[in-house]
Nanobody, 114 residues
Framework: QVQFVESGGGLVQPGGSLRLSCLAS????????MSWYRQAPGKERELVAS???????KYVDFVKGRFTISRDNAKNTVYLQMNSLKPEDTAVYYC????????WGQGTQVTVSS
């Protein structure tokens, strides 16, 4: 079983930036394709970005050009750099294996507001 601990969220003004981190337990992280998801109040959890074992990245349209996913296998960590944040980016952000295979962590709250 792999567990995830997300961090780095907070309150930021529109146009601001945040960098989220997700630390994975265990020793199989480097074998996993990883994704960031988010869930806004009253909405379903949705995929935001993914990164393969080899570092290939994919993004959903509404974050392309603003968010960057990356990983450090030596640190069992996946990151999400978020720039040009908008109020509609407000959500709890989670990481997981690309298909959501493992139990979800607590997530980290991102609030974009002036």
């Amino acid at each position: 079983q792999v567990q995830f601990v997300e961090s780095g969220g907070g309150l930021v003004q529109p146009g601001g930036s945040l960098r989220l981190s997700c630390l994975a337990s265990g020793n199989i992280f480097s074998w996993l394709a990883m994704s960031w998801y988010r869930q806004a109040p009253g909405k379903e959890r949705e995929l935001v970005a993914s990164i393969s074992r080899g570092g290939n990245t994919k993004y959903v349209d509404f974050v392309k050009g603003r968010f960057t996913i990356s990983r450090d296998n030596a640190k069992n960590t996946v990151y999400l750099q978020m720039n040009s944040l908008k109020p509609e980016d407000t959500a709890v952000y989670y990481c997981n294996e690309e298909s959501g295979l493992y139990h979800w962590g607590q997530g980290t709250q991102v609030t974009v507001s002036s």
